[in-house]
């Protein structure tokens, strides 16, 4: 895994380019203004000019620069009020020509308040998805909604019922994107995809998280046996207590294969109960995908995580049926 300081360094590099391509977009939307309208042109100049004659004129006589500034600050609101209505009359925003920021909240600083400096959320957001796509996201860009191929799956009709199996996960396809279309914070319905092996469940799920991730969410995907590997080295006090907190605290978090964990007494079980109903309480979403069923959830665990996994008010529960189709592709 990436080391956190490293990643930091590059997500605030990451930043800097965008507060360059910033300066970039406002030149740019400035001569695009321009270009439309003489008399926006003509305001900005006297801006310009304005500004400059204050700043000289309040050098020249700091005894009069109080009075000086409040003169050029009342001329600069109504020079700036004008520019708004020329900016409108030509068919543009009025704020067309603010400062440009992708967040309002650091303006692209990464960091937010004073006198105690923190970072910022989007920082926060950057740093965890750049750590877990490093290593839990794997092949993610490559497993997204595009790369999904109806075409491995068979389309021949799944034993007793109607739908082939292509059918079957196209819908299931289809209800999957809706849910990363639609996702977002502080509703807390999460997916829970079942099924035996080698039906499509983390392909899907990793186009969820991708999805998710792209607008702009953070998003941990991590696989069971992972997850509890980081848990019994927090508990032992190894390290981890980040990336625990970032499996608390991420807007989505994805446990791949639940059940392929090594069952730890003292571990697998409190620290899955702990996570999902951490999340849970602080309507935070979950999206697991499984080859237990039911029953086996209940006896490999303990019947509360099982309730909460099957609870339909939060859940919404796909059963993957058909054929493996890494075994009939091979
Ligand atoms: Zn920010």
Redesign the pocket.
């Known amino acids: 895994m990436l080391s956190r300081e490293n990643v930091t360094r590059e997500a605030l590099s990451a930043l800097e380019a965008q507060r360059a391509a910033n300066l970039m977009e406002e030149k740019r939307r400035r001569e695009e203004a321009e270009e439309k309208s003489p008399a926006v042109r003509e305001l900005i100049a006297r801006r310009q000019k304005l500004f400059f004659s204050g700043m000289r004129g309040a050098f020249a006589s700091p005894d009069k620069a109080k009075e000086i500034s409040a003169n050029m600050q009342q001329e600069m609101e109504r020079l700036n009020a004008e520019l708004r209505k020329a900016l409108n009359a030509c068919g543009l925003a009025q704020d067309y020509l603010q400062p440009v920021y992708?967040?309002?909240?650091?303006?692209?600083?990464?960091?937010?308040g004073e006198p105690v400096h923190e970072m910022?959320?989007?920082?926060k957001r950057a740093v965890m998805n750049r750590l877990y796509q490093s290593e839990g996201l794997q092949g993610l860009e490559r497993e997204n909604f595009a790369a999904f191929d109806e075409s491995i799956f068979p389309d021949i009709p799944i034993e007793g019922r109607k739908s082939t199996q292509r059918g079957y996960i196209n819908k299931i396809r289809k209800r999957c994107e809706e849910y990363a279309d639609s996702f977002d914070t502080g509703e807390g319905k999460g997916l829970l995809l079942c099924g035996k092996s080698g039906l499509g469940k983390t392909f899907l799920m990793n186009c969820v998280a991708q999805r998710v991730l792209e607008r702009g969410f953070s998003v941990v995907v991590i696989s069971a046996y992972k997850l509890i590997e980081t848990m019994r080295r927090f508990q032992f006090g190894e390290d981890g207590s980040e990336q625990v907190q970032d499996m608390l605290a991420c807007d989505l978090l994805c446990i791949d294969d639940l059940g392929s964990e090594p069952m730890l007494r003292g571990i697998t079980v409190s620290s899955l109960y702990h996570i999902i109903n951490e999340r849970r309480n602080a309507n935070r979403a979950i999206v697991v995908t499984t080859n237990l069923s039911p029953e086996q959830l209940d006896n490999t665990y303990d019947q509360r995580i099982g309730a909460r996994l099957y609870d339909t008010s939060r859940m919404q529960i796909f059963e993957f049926i058909g054929e493996d189709v890494r075994r009939t592709k091979r």
């Open positions: 992708r967040c309002r909240e650091c303006r692209d600083t990464g960091y937010v910022c959320a989007c920082l």
